[in-house]
């Protein structure tokens, strides 16, 4: 397998639903654009993105929404792609068509008790059902990988909750560590740097809310009161 000397993942820009969360339950998520902010945000990133690339190809994945491939767009790349491929499995987390405020609201609610790994949204996914397809995505990157001819770099055009559990899946954290991790922000890069060993570095770790190691289990949680 020639696996790629970097692995770049970025989430996409400000959205017009970071800025006003109500626009969920008018406008279908993949169709919610960038806001002017989230434009700017992803120019910036596109400039330090293009200064670690130095002149190599990157092959790009992008998800299907709008705000991923508006984010790709303002990144600038130029013709450093090689390949941009759409990829359904890189999408955001499915919470619900069309969002009614007040129920979301509510399921928010019990998601922060009962877990955001397993909770499922009613009409959505859990992040366990985004970690299997996650799964499946990578499964896809070794194929594309065993090519002789794959660029030297791969990029992942993506959302927060989805680059966390890449991150999850790859490195095999567990879900109680995952739990204590915050999402990237709008335009963040995050960079896998394949090693000497043959292995892939975080350059940068995801911000915890609550301290709790890479090995914690279930055993280690807080108890629950019942």
Known sequence: MS???RIFMIRHGQSAANADTSIYNRVPDYRIPLTERGIEEA???GAELRRKLDGEPVCVYVSPYLRAYQTLEALD?????????????????????FQIAGDIGDQKELRNLYGHF????REGESGSDVYDRISSFMETLYRHWEKPDYAPNTLLVTHGLTMRLFCMRWFHWSVE?????????????????????GKYDLDMPFSQWVQRGMDATVLNAPPMRF
């Not at 130029?78 to 499915?94: H, K």
């Not at 397993?118 to 949204?121: D, N």
């Not at 560590?177 to 060993?197: D, I, M």
């Open 118 to 121: 397993f909770y499922r949204f």
């Open 77 to 97: 790349l130029g013709n450093l792609t090689e390949r941009v491929i759409e990829e359904p499995r890189l999408r955001e987390q499915d919470w619900a068509n």
């Open 3 to 5: 696996a790629p000397a």
């Open 43 to 45: 120019r910036v990133a």
């Open 177 to 197: 560590y995952f739990e204590s991790l915050n999402n990237p922000g709008n335009a963040e890069l995050r960079t896998l740097v394949l090693n000497e060993q």
